[in-house]
Each structure stands twice: as C-alpha cells, then as structure tokens.
C-alpha cells in the first residue's frame, strides 16, 4: 500500500478544480450583475488544501529549505509574472482605462510584497487575484524555514508564530500594509490544512460516511450564507473549507475514488484557470453589455469563456514553462508539484 504522501488523491484534485471554478463564477457575477458570494469561498479552500499539501508530500521525501522554495517558485512565479506582464502590457496600451501604474507597485507585485492599488488603494497587486500569492508566497517562506528544524517541532512552532501573527493583528492599529495584510485571520487557514494532514498521516479520520454527512454539511452552511446574503469572511469560511477538506479526504481514505479524467484535468489546470480567467471575463461582460444580451447569458457566456481561457493557458503555456523548468531541476532530490 502507498503511504499517505505518495498516493494520488482524486479526491483533493477535483476540489482543486471545483475551487477554482467557484472563484471564476463568483468574478463572472459580479462582471455580469449577478450576486454569487459563495464562489469567493474557493480562495479559502485552496488556501487549506495548501497546507494539507505542503505537509504531506514533505513526509516521506523531505526536501531541503533551498529545494522546497525552488520548487514553489517554479510552480508559481513563471505563469504570475507572464499574467501580470500581459496586464501591465494591456493597461500600458490603453487596454484597462481603470488601471494605475508606478514602478513601486508594479515591482511590489512581481515580488509578492503587499501594497496598495494607486488605481483604488486597495492592497492589491497589478494582476488583482495574485493578492492570493502574496499569501501563498509568505506561507511557503515560513513553512520552507521550518525545514531546518526537526519534524516534531515545525507544526507546534508554525502554529504559534501563525497565532501570535492573528493575535497581533486583532490588537494592533498598524498601518503598515505588510502587517496589515499577514495578521489577518485567513492565514490560519494555512494552518488548519497542516492540522488535517497530521491527521492523515497518522491515519486519525472519520468513516467515509461522516465525510459524507461533513461534506453535504458544509456545502449545506456554504449555501445557506449565500441565500441569507451573509458576508463571505474568514471566520466563517474558514470552518466551513477545512470541514469540506477533512469531508472529502474521508471519503477518499476509504473509498479511494476512480480518476475521472475531466475532473482531474480541472485540478491540474486549476492554477491556470485561476490566474488567467479575468481577462476572457472582462472581455465577454464587456461585450455582452455593449449589445445588449441577457445578464444570464452574459453571465454563463463569462464563466464558460473564463474557464476555457484558463484551460487554453494551461495547454498553451503552464504545461510548456513547468516541463521546461523541470528538465532544468531533474536533479533535484525532492521535487514537489
């Protein structure tokens, strides 16, 4: 039998793929004037995922801090930095009228350091759904750091520094954007995919029917946010996408689900529909204003071309960059994906 970090897990792949598509209906709705709240919450069940991963493929095959950062960098920034060139590119030539841009920001963005807009003072980055990566980018720092330590101290030791960050930001009136940004709650979230993935390893899961009953449970809560129109934040997300994770690991423990190739190709170009769904979103909202078509159909036409665009992307260019970059690292003695 494999052990927890070598097999492949369907089950957190298609969830891959469902998060991003919820992330691409949620922007498809608000281009379109449509309210679809609960697909913001993808961003928070990636953000599990995202811990529950990093903790379990360094089980077995511990990388080192310097092999595991390269390996996320590979991951992340080709594909970020080509997106935020074509935005830069695009509002350069007149492309996104709303678009500000200073070389502070602009450098900020590529290298994932928080700060705000000068197009809204919001704190994001040029591309605005890399604000994601600034978190994934700051977790990956800490987690790549705990590599020098002894395996039993890195979860006790990530888990104070996490909740000393939280607790600091719901005392402090800082206004430094760095600060601002890293104590916010969502960073725990992080943490509770590390807690799930302790408990995976150690084989300490509900039946596959309580995930079931967890599953319908949490899918349940995140509908009833969406219909009572409550606010999509993270002490309530938070709960509801660690319960989903654990609901589905559940199932797979024991029920080991089959590949099914669409949904697993989902996953796998989940990166890509997720970075690269805006500009096919504004493109179709935008048309499909101008003449006049139904918000419905505009809104299905957004999202059907959001999430074909990511998948063209992935085709086109994560696949091309990712296999380059890995030729460049086969000597790598913990590779991670």
Not at 144 to 159: D, K, M, N
Not at 199 to 216: D, H, Q
């Amino acid at each position: 039998m494999m052990s927890p970090s070598e097999e492949t897990l369907y089950g957190i792949q298609y969830l891959r793929g469902a998060a991003a598509i919820a992330v691409v209906l949620f922007h498809a709705a608000e281009r379109t004037g449509y309210h679809f709240a609960i697909g913001a919450a993808g961003v928070d069940v990636f953000f599990v995922i995202s811990g529950f991963i990093m903790w379990v493929i360094t089980f077995r095959r511990e990388p080192t801090p310097l092999q595991f950062m390269r390996a996320r960098i590979r991951r992340i920034v080709p594909l970020y930095w080509l997106a935020t060139a074509v935005m830069i590119i695009g509002g350069l030539g007149g492309l996104f009228p709303n678009l500000v841009l200073t070389l502070e920001h602009v450098v900020a963005s590529l290298l994932f350091i928080p700060a705000r807009s000068p197009s809204n003072g919001e704190i994001w980055p040029v591309l605005v759904q890399g604000w994601t990566l600034n978190y994934e980018m700051f977790f990956y720092l800490i987690f790549g750091s705990s590599l020098y330590l002894t395996r039993r101290w890195r979860l006790p030791l990530i888990s104070a520094l996490l909740i000393l960050l939280v607790l600091y930001g719901a005392v402090s009136d800082t206004e430094n954007v760095a600060l601002v940004t890293f104590t916010r709650p969502i960073i725990l979230e992080f943490l509770a995919g590390m807690v799930i993935g302790e408990f995976w390893i150690k084989g300490r899961f509900p039946s596959a029917a309580l995930g079931v009953a967890l599953v319908a449970a949490t899918l349940g809560g995140f509908i009833y946010l969406q219909a009572a129109r409550m606010p999509f934040d993270t002490l309530l997300c938070g709960p509801l996408a660690a319960g989903l994770v654990v609901g589905i690991l559940a199932i797979e423990r024991e029920w080991r689900p089959r590949r099914i190739p669409v949904f697993a190709f989902l996953g796998d170009a989940s990166y890509s529909i997720y970075l690269w769904h805006s500009f096919a979103i504004a493109v179709v909202a935008k048309v499909g204003a101008s003449v006049g078509v139904h918000t419905a159909i505009s809104f299905i036409a957004a999202a059907s071309a959001g999430i074909l665009f990511g998948v063209a992307c992935h085709y086109l260019l994560e696949r091309g960059l990712l296999s380059h970059a890995w030729k460049r690292q086969r000597s790598a003695k913990a590779p991670l994906s």
